[in-house]
């Protein structure tokens, strides 16, 4: 019986599905692009093999292409019963969560790592700040994450796909140099990973090293195409640099070349969030953000995350609607949040509405809210800092400069905040200006 790279037995005759699925699972975890066309020459292969046909359930749903993927997850029913009890298991867990059936799916996973900790497909869902953890709205998401990673530690040792996992869990926590050394592990391993590539971005934005950050990632990314499940996020991080270093010219470029809607075929939710986050940093940092990018984004929003549910997308729809004008759009993800983070998804909701009104107490007043935990909203730490700043900028426009920076300076001591907030005093060290 053939076996994937980690050792677990695969339910095919076919030398070729074998090799296809471990040349899939790769492509998964490095988001490379196409991964469903790589899991296709497994069923290709042999059509009766359960796990290729999940694989490609997995590609489409990575990409929200989740019609796509019930189909494919269909298929993998159908010919579940050649599957072994461990491909089985894999097939209802992830159909929990393909179907909708979140907490269903992530004990069914949490279950079945406990007796197959290297079923790296399955330990995925769970990992990152967009995975189940992530994802949670719960207290304490980085420590859960930290510590579920570091019961699968020894199972996966040096790893380059976990090592990675594990440097961004780490970072999150505030553990830097610790993560420093796991990332470079994994790069070494594997260079052409985009999942690693991204985590030493955030590295470099935590340390605040900009102009090395952004080299690194323009370099990464020259090689990268467009269809990669990360190209949207990694080239987020390079336009975050580019408004630090002040190329406004840069920084549009980035916008529209590869981050809106209309050219970038990575997942919706990274479009919105990405380009909400980006336009208000811009606009924060004093550059003017056209209210027809406002109104555009505000439709897209409209369009793809109509319905409240998902807190992170809420927030920044909420800002996107604010920033455009949109009332209506606003006002219904404040009374129709939904979920364990639906209380901040609230007051971040409507401190964004009143910061386009420019009501700069209401602002501070529900911001604050947010403030006490917005880890609980996802994201990564460097993209809450959209709310960190957004504090600061009230605290600014209502004559509070000091301490808008001292706020900066004690949350995030590290990080290179000299462009954030335009107005601020220069004198004030590394604080905004």
Not at 341 to 359: H, K, P, V
């Amino acid at each position: 019986m053939f076996t994937d790279r980690y050792g677990l037995p695969l339910s095919t005759a076919s030398r070729a599905a074998a090799d296809a699925w471990g040349a899939g699972l790769d492509a998964f975890l490095t988001a490379a692009p196409d991964v469903e066309g790589v899991f296709a020459q497994a069923v290709a292969a042999d059509p009766d093999f359960a796990l290729g046909h999940l694989g490609i359930a997995r590609a489409h749903q990575a990409f929200g292409r989740m019609g796509q993927a019930r189909e494919a997850l269909a298929k993998a029913r159908a010919v579940a019963h050649t599957a072994s009890a461990r491909e089985r298991a894999h097939i209802d867990a992830i159909g929990h969560l393909i179907d909708g059936r979140g907490a269903e799916g992530a004990a069914a996973i949490r279950a079945h790592l406990a007796d197959h900790p290297r079923d790296a497909l399955m330990a995925q869902p769970y990992m990152g700040v967009f995975g189940l953890i992530g994802f949670s709205g719960l207290p304490g998401r980085e420590a859960e994450l930290l510590a579920f990673l570091t019961t699968l530690a020894p199972h996966y040792g040096d790893d380059w796909w976990f090592q990675g996992q594990m440097a961004f869990a780490r970072m999150e926590a505030g553990q830097v140099a610790q993560a420093e050394a796991h990332i470079e592990r994994s790069l070494a391993a594997r260079p052409d990973n985009a999942h690693g590539a991204h985590v030493r971005a955030h590295l470099y934005y935590e340390v605040g090293e900009t102009g090395a950050g952004r080299a690194f990632l323009s370099d990464w990314m020259s090689g990268y195409a467009r269809g990669g499940l990360m190209h949207c996020h990694n080239s987020w991080h390079v336009a975050l640099w580019a408004l630090a270093e002040g190329d406004e010219a840069g920084m549009w470029a980035i916008v529209d070349r590869d981050l809106s809607p209309e050219v970038s075929v990575s997942p919706s939710l990274n479009i919105l969030t990405d380009l909400a986050s980006l336009y208000c940093r811009a606009d924060m940092a004093g550059i003017d953000v056209p209210a027809e990018r406002w109104h555009a984004l505000s439709q897209y929003a409209a369009h793809t995350f109509p319905n409240p549910g998902m807190a992170f997308a809420d927030v920044h729809a909420a800002l996107a609607h604010a920033m455009a004008g949109q009332g209506d759009a606003l006002a219904r993800i404040v009374s129709d949040a939904k979920g364990p983070a639906a209380d901040i998804t609230r007051a971040c909701a409507e401190g964004f509405g009143a910061l386009a009104a420019q009501d700069w107490p209401s602002a501070l007043a529900h911001l604050l809210v947010v403030m006490r935990d917005h880890a609980r909203l996802g994201g990564s730490r460097a993209q809450r800092d959209l709310i960190e700043y957004a504090v600061a900028t009230t605290l600014l426009r209502m004559g509070r400069g000091e301490e808008a920076q001292r706020l900066l300076t004690l949350r995030r001591p590290l990080t290179d905040k000299g462009r954030a907030v335009s107005g601020l005093d220069q004198g004030a060290g590394n604080a905004l200006t």
